[in-house]
């Protein structure tokens, strides 16, 4: 059985920094796609970052030069450094995993529960 189990999130000023985690098991994290996503109340889902089967990320405009994904294979662990947040930052942030490698358009195969990220 797969599980993606995330961690890290909280309470911050604005400017502040966090990283979340997603812990993943039952699956190889680095050999397929992986992705962070948020929702905000009343906002559909979206994608704030990816990494590939390569390692190769893609980010939203909206926090390019301010979030990193990243990835400790040994660890079969995710990561998201947030720096230089803002209020509207403020959402549930979701791990997601595919079971192939390329990231890109499409479904995802298993979800994390969330964890609450607000910036103030």
């Known amino acids: 059985e797969v599980q993606l189990v995330e961690s890290g999130g909280g309470s911050v000023q604005a400017g502040g920094s966090l990283r979340l985690s997603c812990a993943a098991s039952g699956y190889t994290a680095s050999r397929y796609c992986m992705a962070w996503f948020r929702q905000a109340p009343g906002k559909e889902r979206e994608a704030v970052a990816t990494i590939d089967g390569f390692g190769w990320t893609t980010y939203a405009d909206s926090v390019k030069g301010r979030f990193t994904i990243s990835r400790d294979n040994a660890k079969n662990t995710l990561y998201l450094v947030m720096d230089g947040l803002k209020p509207e930052d403020t959402a549930i942030y979701y791990c997601?995993?595919?079971?192939?490698?390329?990231?890109?358009?499409?479904?995802?195969?298993?979800w994390g529960q969330g964890t609450q990220v607000t910036v103030s």
């Open positions: 997601a995993a595919r079971r192939i490698w390329a990231c890109g358009p499409g479904e995802y195969d298993y």
